[in-house]
């Protein structure tokens, strides 16, 4: 392998020149206290940090970035430190999903314009592992991706707690009234005890292991703790490998291939994934280039082959990401997936999948099971057609109740959230467990950004009657903690005219997931009466930022991506000229 020169690195063209331009880059970088030892033969490090005083799933990220560092001093690179929006999952509203592609913008953008030969890219909660991939792709430099790592696992009284999942089933007891306010703040204080995301097999989880199938991360890196000592330590080999990746140009577009996307399609099966990485994994592929580009069809044809062997919740019933980590972790359950995998893809380590599997191991068959021993047969994820969502739209079946994968029932549809909540919490509503309720106008335009509201809630009349699920029907998302009979990310969207703005109270809706099949039992003429009647809603934004992803931003059977930022919108972006 050929080496880089010193010469022929971006930063130089900042700071080798012997002019007046190069002389103010030097003088300002010695400002900050740095000397040309810093900088001459050495390449320069971006840290792009998602870390703020409200990022939850972030908060070790002040020191970890300092632990980066160490690594790329170590092997002989200049870190910056360039800090990123957060985007904690929990707390920003309407929804995250409406700034990730803000957040691509924004680290494409950091690392063009700097003196950047190469990045450690720090995420982990829902949208920044998709974000900052996106950007650092569409950069096109050598890129490594540090994952924030699970929390501990949550405990009150001895019980374990799995963040979201638990949230759902104590929220129903709490409002049938089986458990006091007392006990509530209980939860509140055990389901969330350290720093890192959430340790269900949530969407952060999902991501992140994504990433390592992709070839982004160190081998194994996506699985351990965030409290745990070998995070620490895996910081700093990120540090160092990205210093190597550097000198040998090892640029996303030379590592990703089709393969790279299909084998975080297995992973993401095998997990028993969020339905969210099927909108995220699209946006990321369609990044890398048109010829690594992948759909809903290849997430249907591997969900029929792969099976969920991650007994991780909600999938699962018992075990958390710290018992994965324990059980072999992301290598170990990689290894039982060899004859799904293309082994020779590359990673970011400099050598391909199957090299980075050489050695691993399962020590728990019960956390991580054998493919003959699958806690459901087929994969995590299943895509629906038919005249309800012509785009396409996705279930969760490993993790909804068995009687509800073919259904018939009546619609209870709701245009906004305000309503839908009212009505849930009326115990009057004309409602029962065969119902399948609709919530629309809440995809990547009408939400806007596309909530995670796809979990409606069960009326509480249903749950004083022990309820536990039911058929909800969306065009918004849900988080990946979530579980249930929900059908999401209905394509086209409501908002735009999309059929679900037909549907009407009362509306037999049938779904058939083994057939792959929606339909709504109303005639094309009936059909073709009411969108003649339909009008548009307002507008939701006049002006800023969601103005402008109103107008570009792309529906859920395309990755929600804005178009202009797609590889396919237009010729590469040169380097900035230095004057």
């Not at 990730?100 to 953008?109: D, H, P, W």
């Not at 809903?296 to 792969?306: I, T």
């Not at 903690?481 to 209905?490: E, K, P």
């Amino acid at each position: 392998m050929t080496k880089k020169t010193y010469e022929s690195l971006r930063s130089a063209r900042w700071f080798a020149p012997d002019d007046v331009r190069s002389f103010g880059h030097r003088s300002r970088v010695m400002q900050l206290g740095y000397g040309p030892e810093d900088w001459v033969g050495k390449p320069v490090i971006a840290i792009v940090n998602t870390w703020s005083d409200i990022g939850t799933c972030h908060g070790h990220f002040k020191q970890r970035v300092e632990d980066v560092k160490r690594g790329v001093l170590q092997a002989g690179g200049f870190p910056i430190e360039l800090p990123a929006i957060s985007l904690s999952e929990s707390i920003v509203k309407p929804t995250t999903m409406l700034y990730r592609n803000m957040l691509a913008m924004e680290t494409e953008e950091l690392l063009r314009s700097h003196p950047i030969d190469g990045v450690v890219l720090m995420g982990g909660c829902d949208k920044t592992t998709p974000g900052l991939l996106m950007g650092a792709m569409s950069a096109g430099m050598p890129c490594i991706y540090l994952p924030a790592g699970p929390m501990l696992s949550g405990n009150v009284k001895g019980k374990v707690l799995g963040s979201g999942s638990d949230t759902w089933k104590y929220w129903d007891d709490r409002r049938a009234g089986k458990i006091s306010a007392a006990q509530w703040l209980e939860v509140e204080g055990g389901i969330a005890r350290s720093h890192g995301h959430c340790m269900t097999m949530g969407t952060a989880s999902t991501m992140t292991g994504i990433a390592e199938a992709c070839g982004f991360t160190l081998p194994g890196a996506s699985s351990i703790p965030a409290v745990d000592a070998n995070h620490i330590r895996m910081a700093s080999e990120c540090g160092r490998r990205v210093v190597s990746m550097v000198w040998e140009d090892l640029t996303p577009a030379k590592m990703l291939s089709r393969a790279s996307f299909e084998n975080a399609i297995v992973i993401a099966m095998a997990m028993g994934c969020s339905t969210n990485a099927i909108i995220h994994l699209v946006a990321m592929s369609r990044r890398a280039g048109e010829h690594c580009a992948v759909g809903l069809d290849d997430f249907d044809a591997a969900s029929r082959k792969v099976p969920v062997i991650a007994n991780i919740r909600p999938s699962g019933s018992t075990y958390l990401m710290e018992d994965f980590y324990f059980a072999g972790g992301m290598r170990g359950m990689m290894s039982r997936l060899t004859s799904h995998l293309k082994l020779d893809a590359m990673t970011v380590s400099g050598r391909t999948l199957g090299e980075t599997l050489e050695g691993a191991e399962v020590y728990n068959d019960d956390v991580i099971r054998p493919l003959d021993n699958p806690i459901y047969a087929e994969g995590a994820l299943a895509v629906l057609r038919g005249n309800l969502a012509p785009g396409g739209c996705v279930i969760k079946p490993s993790a909804c109740a068995p009687k509800f994968l073919k259904h018939t029932g009546p619609a209870l549809v709701f245009d906004d959230y305000p309503s839908m909540k009212a009505a849930v919490d009326d115990e009057n509503l004309d409602v029962t467990e065969n119902h399948v309720m609709v919530l629309r106008n809440a995809g990547p335009q009408g939400g806007p950004g596309m909530p995670e509201w796809g979990m409606l809630p069960i009326p509480l009349k249903l749950v004083k009657q022990g309820v536990k699920d039911m058929v909800r029907i969306s065009d918004a998302r849900m988080s990946g903690t979530s579980y249930g009979a929900c059908i999401l990310h209905v394509a086209p969207e409501a908002y735009i005219g999309g059929p679900l703005a037909l549907v009407k109270t009362g509306d037999l809706i049938s779904v058939d997931v083994p057939g792959r099949r929606i339909h709504l039992e109303v005639s094309d003429e009936e059909l073709a009466q009411r969108r003649a009647a339909w009008t548009p809603l307002p507008k939701r934004y006049e002006r800023g930022y969601g103005w402008m992803a109103a107008r570009h931003i792309q529906q859920a059977d395309q990755g929600c991506d804005f178009d202009f930022l797609e590889t396919s919108f237009g010729a590469p972006v040169g380097e900035p000229d230095i004057y």
